[in-house]
Each structure stands twice: as C-alpha cells, then as structure tokens.
C-alpha cells in the first residue's frame, strides 16, 4: 500500500514567483492537511481539505491557497513567493477526516526560495 | 488561545536508560494527543497517541501518559536504543479547531552508546 506521495521532493524558486505542490494521500484516505515545518515556527498548519471542501485553514496570509480534488489528491499554491516562504512543506492524510485512524505524514517538499 | 508546550528543547541519554518528554496544553476540552518521531530528513511518523478518555496507553518500549486536571501528557521511552534518536514532536486538537493539529516545538533526543 502506497504511502503519502509528495511531488516535487525539491524546489528552488525566486522571489515573486508562484508554486504549485502537489499530495497524493493514501488509497481511500479522504482528508489531506498541508503543515509548514520551519526551524523557527516549527510545524504550523495550513488548511485541511476533505472530499473536495476547505474544511479549516490556519493562520497564514492568502497567498496560500489551496485545492482538492475528486480523486483526493490535493494541490497548494504559494503565490508571490517570499524569502521567508522557505519551509519544508508537508501534507499528511487520514482516512475519514477524524482523529480516529492517526494521521499520516509524507516525506515533503523542501521549497527555497532565493 | 491554542497552545502546546513541549520539554525540554534536548535530551541526552545513555543507551539503555529512560527517556521521558513532557507537553503541557492550554485547552481543557483537547481531547486527541498524538506523538510523532522525524529522523533527520525524513518525514515524521505517528508513534503512539492517546485520546481523553484514556489515562495511559503503552506500546512495547513506549508509552505516553495523560494528566487531564493537569492538561499535561508524556512519552516515555524505555530501554533506549540509537535508533531512537531522533526529533520527537507532541501535539494536540482543540475544541473549535476540527482535526488541526498543534504541535510542541519539539525535542532532539539523542541517544548514546
């Protein structure tokens, strides 16, 4: 059984540039997270999605958006990229959206932005 | 607000002693505390968690105990090994919050031969 796919594993992009990330959750798993993982700020929520709906989103500016689709994968877009945007990003995904089967974390996608 | 607290920031063992990771929360109505581990470069991976209704809740070498008067929670880690070295996170939902998880600042557990 698959894990959480992310893609790209790396990205290196320029200020005021945009960027699209993309998480494939487990087969059957409904509910995607995004989390910003910094040295600084630690791991900080960004939304969550569930069968295609912005369930919750987190404190971050809305040059953060997000998107689910009908197969569950789910896309983020940063756009006008900032330095401080720099972060490992990560999704994690569960099976129905609850607490009760854990929540599982992909390898992420390391975004510098220079 | 949401908060998580999580001590100490590092920790320093002898391989074969115990380690204990603290977390304290700022919710009484928490009710999900999940503990993960994130080896260097790697993603963090859930190890144990425990829900309100349970005091403590044990897995082989680990274990994490709830104290909800005191809205704190601990991983234990027993006979340790260099395998376990590694950044351990707690976190925790909130009331209002659906399913987000707020996590600790994390703690680098190092453990030595």
């Known amino acids: 059984k698959a894990g959480v796919t992310q893609t790209p594993r790396y990205l290196i992009k320029t200020r005021g540039q945009q960027v699209t990330l993309s998480c494939s959750p487990i087969?059957?798993?409904?509910?995607v997270s995004w989390y910003q993982q910094t040295p600084g700020q630690g791991l900080q929520f960004l939304f969550e999605?569930?069968?295609?709906?912005?369930?919750n989103k987190g404190n971050f500016p809305g040059r953060f958006s997000g998107r689910q689709f009908s197969n569950s994968r789910s896309e983020m877009n940063v756009s006008t990229l900032e330095l401080g945007d720099s972060a490992l990003y990560l999704c994690a995904s569960s099976l129905d959206g609850t607490t009760n089967y854990g929540y599982t974390f992909g390898s992420g996608t390391r975004l510098t932005v220079v | 607000g949401e908060n998580v607290e999580q001590h100490p920031s590092t920790l320093s063992v002898q391989e074969g002693d115990s380690a204990v990771i603290k977390c304290t929360y700022s919710?009484?109505?928490?009710?999900?505390f999940p503990w993960y581990k994130q080896e260097l470069g790697k993603r963090p991976q859930l190890i144990i968690d425990i829900r309100s209704n349970v005091g403590e809740k044990k897995d082989q070498r680990i274990a994490v105990t709830l104290n909800k008067t005191a809205k704190h929670f601990s991983l234990h880690i027993t006979e340790t090994q260099p395998e376990d070295s590694a950044v351990y996170f707690c976190?925790?939902?909130?009331?209002?919050?659906?399913?987000?998880?707020?996590f600790g600042t994390g703690t680098q557990l190092k453990v030595e031969l």
């Open positions: 087969s059957g798993h409904r509910s």
């Open positions: 976190a925790a939902t909130f009331k209002g919050g659906g399913n987000k998880l707020t």
């Open positions: 919710d009484s109505a928490s009710n999900y």
């Open positions: 999605y569930f069968s295609e709906t912005q369930r």
